[in-house]
């Protein structure tokens, strides 16, 4: 039988790895057209590894074309030899990548692009208590095996939040505990299944549509409207699983009005196998009005899978991140992916619990949203007191911990962040983060605060200043 060492494994999830290992046998020759591969069952004991990490490489290989099925009778290797040139071909062996060095980014006197929390904003001597405590008085359970969902007091505490902040009844077993969304993306990939098709919004967060890619999934870019994910792009576009952040968007700030949600819910009751994935990633960073519920709260048919991270509200270092699954798929994660250990480690969830019962996080989340709040209000009086006020336009500034800057200038997106760049500044602009971006786009620059140290907020302006004025920018048409 096929033999596979997964020592040398690194970052690849484990279908991917084992995929690789059979894709090279096959290309190289090891494994000969019209060879039978061996059983899913019978592999994944062989292997040491669970009967669904076979079915998704599998899956994957039957894909694209490299083995066939034949019902009731298994997987055979397909014949390729007519697609494969005839240069010679070296097939990298999976077992033995090679990597590059990890690229260093510049340091920047400011730097608008980035969601890295400031330092003096980490409440590190409590945390540092609570640690103190849980090393102290937690002994016994730091040393036991966390369930694949993560422990149970810090579900608890995530349910209690949840229903006091967000208004969502949820019970602790639907709550999922991971090492950051991205992991909680793959391990969704994994539980709705590789076939579906998965949309995403665009413009949107960029990784989310990488992740999906690496996981070798189909992913639509589905455009928006004022009121958010288009419907009717949305349909067309065949998605089984659409992936948004109705609260607030990322990078538009746009805020999904209740009648477009009540279409999404309508849109994924219509098949049973559509799902809604909500990003809530900064739902508590709002600086007008209350809160918008969650979509998740609104919910009867079970078609929402509701995700948050604490990498927003505490630091973007803690990776510790949660989804709340609708009943019947937190039944099917139980039952078939259950193996999982959690990512996170006792120490980090235990002192994340007394953090979340003590009180500590309402705390620290009320100091936080003055804080940004004050970071936003110094920005936006800095440039009102510039050369630039009366030649941009500011939008969405009333959410999250960015706003849209709007400039009326013939020049180039991409001159202006390369001189911007020269300056010391790094600056993103919204056409960017379109697969197809409309014209009307251009020259809206995405002002993300949260790092920049309040004492470089003027000096950075006033550089900003200098950009423009070099770049020709005119009156935009309204004032700050």
């Given at each position: 039988?096929?033999?596979?060492?997964?020592?040398?494994?690194?970052?690849?999830?484990?279908?991917?790895?084992?995929?690789?290992?059979?894709?090279?046998?096959?290309?190289?020759?090891?494994?000969?057209?019209?060879?039978?591969?061996?059983?899913?069952?019978?592999?994944?004991?062989?292997?040491?590894?669970?009967?669904?990490?076979?079915?998704?490489?599998?899956?994957?290989?039957?894909?694209?074309?490299?083995?066939?099925?034949?019902?009731?009778?298994?997987?055979?290797?397909?014949?390729?030899?007519?697609?494969?040139?005839?240069?010679?071909?070296?097939?990298?062996?999976?077992?033995?990548?090679?990597?590059?060095?990890?690229?260093?980014?510049?340091?920047?006197?400011?730097?608008?692009?980035?969601?890295?929390?400031?330092?003096?904003?980490?409440?590190?001597?409590?945390?540092?208590?609570?640690?103190?405590?849980?090393?102290?008085?937690?002994?016994?359970?730091?040393?036991?095996?966390?369930?694949?969902?993560?422990?149970?007091?810090?579900?608890?505490?995530?349910?209690?939040?949840?229903?006091?902040?967000?208004?969502?009844?949820?019970?602790?077993?639907?709550?999922?505990?991971g090492a950051g969304t991205?992991?909680?993306?793959?391990?969704?990939?994994?539980?709705?299944?590789?076939?579906?098709?998965?949309?995403?919004?665009?413009?949107?967060?960029?990784?989310?549509?990488?992740?999906?890619?690496?996981?070798?999934?189909?992913?639509?870019?589905?455009?928006?409207?004022?009121?958010?994910?288009?419907?009717?792009?949305?349909?067309?576009?065949?998605?089984?699983?659409?992936?948004?952040?109705?609260?607030?968007?990322?990078?538009?700030?746009?805020?999904?009005?209740?009648?477009?949600?009540?279409?999404?819910?309508?849109?994924?009751?219509?098949?049973?196998?559509?799902?809604?994935?909500?990003?809530?990633?900064?739902?508590?960073?709002?600086?007008?009005?209350?809160?918008?519920?969650?979509?998740?709260?609104?919910?009867?048919?079970?078609?929402?899978?509701?995700?948050?991270?604490?990498?927003?509200?505490?630091?973007?270092?803690?990776?510790?991140?949660?989804?709340?699954?609708?009943?019947?798929?937190?039944?099917?994660?139980?039952?078939?992916?259950?193996?999982?250990?959690?990512?996170?480690?006792?120490?980090?969830?235990?002192?994340?619990?007394?953090?979340?019962?003590?009180?500590?996080?309402?705390?620290?989340?009320?100091?936080?949203?003055?804080?940004?709040?004050?970071?936003?209000?110094?920005?936006?009086?800095?440039?009102?007191?510039?050369?630039?006020?009366?030649?941009?336009a500011i939008t969405e500034?009333?959410?999250?911990?960015?706003?849209?800057?709007?400039?009326?200038?013939?020049?180039?997106?991409?001159?202006?962040?390369?001189?911007a760049a020269a300056k010391?500044?790094?600056?993103?602009?919204?056409?960017?983060?379109?697969?197809?971006?409309?014209?009307?786009?251009?020259?809206?620059?995405?002002?993300?605060?949260?790092?920049?140290?309040?004492?470089?907020?003027?000096?950075?302006?006033?550089?900003?200043?200098?950009?423009?004025?070099?770049?020709?920018?005119?009156?935009?048409?309204?004032?700050?």
């Amino acid at each position: 039988m096929l033999t596979y060492s997964f020592s040398e494994i690194g970052s690849m999830s484990l279908y991917e790895y084992l995929y690789q290992c059979i894709k090279h046998d096959i290309l190289n020759g090891t494994l000969s057209p019209g060879d039978r591969l061996p059983s899913k069952r019978s592999f994944a004991r062989h292997l040491n590894i669970s009967a669904i990490t076979v079915e998704n490489a599998y899956g994957q290989l039957l894909a694209e074309g490299y083995i066939y099925s034949i019902p009731k009778k298994g997987y055979y290797v397909a014949d390729i030899s007519a697609s494969i040139p005839d240069s010679p071909m070296t097939v990298p062996a999976p077992c033995a990548p090679s990597f590059d060095a990890e690229p260093t980014e510049e340091p920047c006197f400011a730097d608008f692009t980035s969601s890295q929390t400031h330092p003096d904003t980490f409440p590190f001597s409590i945390w540092t208590k609570l640690m103190r405590e849980v090393i102290g008085e937690d002994k016994s359970a730091l040393m036991k095996n966390s369930p694949s969902g993560g422990i149970l007091p810090l579900r608890r505490a995530i349910a209690k939040h949840l229903k006091e902040f967000r208004g969502m009844a949820v019970r602790p077993e639907q709550i999922v505990v991971g090492a950051g969304t991205e992991y909680l993306y793959g391990i969704l990939i994994q539980l709705l299944g590789f076939q579906k098709v998965y949309g995403v919004e665009d413009p949107g967060y960029q990784k989310i549509s990488a992740i999906y890619k690496s996981h070798r999934v189909a992913c639509r870019h589905i455009p928006m409207d004022r009121q958010g994910i288009h419907m009717e792009q949305l349909r067309e576009s065949g998605a089984d699983i659409v992936h948004i952040s109705p609260s607030h968007h990322f990078p538009t700030g746009i805020v999904t009005p209740v009648s477009r949600r009540y279409e999404l819910l309508g849109w994924a009751a219509e098949s049973e196998g559509r799902y809604i994935i909500e990003d809530d990633y900064d739902c508590e960073f709002r600086f007008m009005g209350k809160p918008i519920p969650s979509l998740q709260s609104i919910d009867v048919m079970e078609k929402v899978i509701y995700m948050n991270t604490f990498t927003k509200t505490l630091a973007s270092t803690i990776r510790i991140s949660y989804m709340v699954l609708p009943p019947h798929l937190m039944e099917r994660f139980r039952r078939t992916m259950g193996f999982y250990s959690c990512t996170v480690s006792n120490f980090e969830q235990y002192t994340l619990t007394r953090f979340l019962d003590g009180g500590h996080f309402e705390r620290h989340i009320n100091r936080m949203r003055n804080f940004y709040h004050n970071q936003r209000d110094l920005l936006l009086d800095c440039l009102k007191n510039s050369p630039l006020s009366s030649r941009v336009a500011i939008t969405e500034e009333d959410a999250g911990l960015h706003f849209l800057m709007h400039v009326n200038t013939s020049v180039p997106d991409e001159i202006i962040t390369e001189n911007a760049a020269a300056k010391g500044l790094r600056v993103a602009s919204l056409s960017r983060y379109y697969i197809q971006a409309p014209a009307s786009e251009s020259h809206t620059f995405i002002m993300n605060y949260s790092a920049i140290p309040p004492e470089h907020m003027k000096e950075a302006i006033a550089r900003l200043c200098q950009v423009f004025e070099e770049t020709g920018a005119s009156f935009c048409g309204t004032e700050l």
